[in-house]
């Protein structure tokens, strides 16, 4: 669903703004600095409750702002509001004060392709665990509880590995990470495979090159998942003792890209250029999870993404996002479009179109 409109008070340098926005394209241009980020960041904040840029809320409040409150509305009427005053978020949906973030989370689809997209590919496992997470909690508010009570067992497993307990002390954490580890592997699998199928199909689109995208887990999905979870904590708890931490779980899950040809790790043999493409697949693999939830068009939140791109692939990746959804695009330059364009200027944002 298209945003229509967000207004905007105390969000970092961005001088308050009411913004209308057009249903198909819109471009943001500007100097570096200026706040386009910013405003891209402000519909994503508006959108799921968090930065993209794995901020923390105080660090959205503008300098010497009181209130930081981002409110918007979709092309079907529906309205959103955050408020966050230094202590105290407050999120309503339709008028309607929510306690819960993850009930709040994804009643604006967005989807986000930046220039530090690479380290989906290239970074840590963290950046791919984490993409599957948010892309899976877009579409099933009940992921992020269930993820949230795997991670408080698996801090308590943790520190007792640390501090040392007996057998049956252990036995019962091992118990309570695959009573919560459990559901969130079956919610995981089916959608990561999803997700990479299409990511495949998008990096052949793109590049002309085979590769592919494997979801990784320490927990195998034979006929009965928690036997053999239970047996792999288990296994590994001797081991897991002295290094101090969990060594099996959904929390150690990876995505793998390789390229068919040599079977060669993408991670570290491929250019900047291919794993710029490769995430560029995982996005529109996202955009893909949404559309096929039944939700309709995301919106997608461009940062100069096919800056870096030749013109033939940076045509052809932003064809596909003007066909699956709304167009968000910052740029420091002006060019040829045929949407509506902003300026933004020294957080002044103005529509020029």
């Known amino acids: 669903m298209a945003i229509s409109r967000i207004s905007l008070r105390g969000f970092r340098n961005l001088r308050p703004a009411d913004i209308e926005f057009a249903a198909e394209a819109n471009y943001l241009f500007g100097p570096n600095g200026a706040g386009k980020t910013n405003l891209l960041e402000a519909v994503h904040f508006l959108a799921i409750g968090r930065s993209f840029r794995r901020s923390g809320d105080r660090e959205m409040l503008g300098f010497g702002a009181e209130l930081l409150a981002a409110a918007g509305s979709d092309e079907e009427g529906r309205d959103g509001e955050i408020r966050f005053d ?22 604006l689809p967005v989807v986000v392709l930046l220039l530090d997209d690479v380290e989906l590919v290239r970074g840590a496992p963290s950046m791919r665990r984490g993409f599957l997470d948010m892309a899976i909690a877009k579409t099933d508010r ?83 998942i928690a036997a053999g979870f239970r047996q792999k904590l288990a296994a590994t708890r001797s081991r897991s003792v002295e290094l101090g931490y969990t060594l099996v779980g959904p929390h150690r899950d990876d995505v793998r890209i390789r390229f068919e040809e040599g079977d060669r790790d993408m991670r570290r043999f491929g250019s900047v250029g291919e794993q710029r493409l ?28 096919t800056s870096e791109l030749d013109p033939d692939r940076s045509g052809r990746v932003l064809d596909l996002v003007r066909s699956k959804g709304q167009v968000l695009y910052a740029a420091a330059r002006r060019f040829d479009n045929d949407g509506k364009e902003f300026r933004v200027e020294a957080g002044q944002v103005e529509a020029v179109s």
């Not at 230094?86 to 009643?107: H, I, M, P, Q, T």
């Not at 040392?164 to 592997?185: I, N, Y």
């Not at 529109?284 to 461009?302: H, N, T």
């Open 86 to 107: 230094g202590r105290e978020k407050r999120v309503l949906l339709d008028g309607a004060r929510l306690e819960r973030l993850s009930d709040y989370l994804g009643w």
């Open 142 to 224: 009940e992921y992020i509880g269930l993820l949230n009570a795997y991670r408080r067992a698996l801090v308590q497993r943790n520190r007792l590995l640390v501090q040392g307990g007996d057998e049956k002390s252990h036995a019962a954490w091992e118990e309570e990470l695959v009573r919560t580890g459990v559901p969130v592997f079956e919610r995981r699998r089916p959608v990561a495979e999803r997700l990479m199928a299409s990511a495949a199909d998008y990096f052949d689109e793109l590049r002309g090159e085979k590769a592919s995208f494997v979801h990784r887990t320490s927990i195998e999905g034979g006929d009965d």
């Open 278 to 305: 490769a995430a560029v697949a995982l996005r529109l693999a996202e955009a893909d999870l949404l559309l096929g939830s039944g939700r309709q068009r995301p919106v997608f939140l461009l940062d100069e993404i």
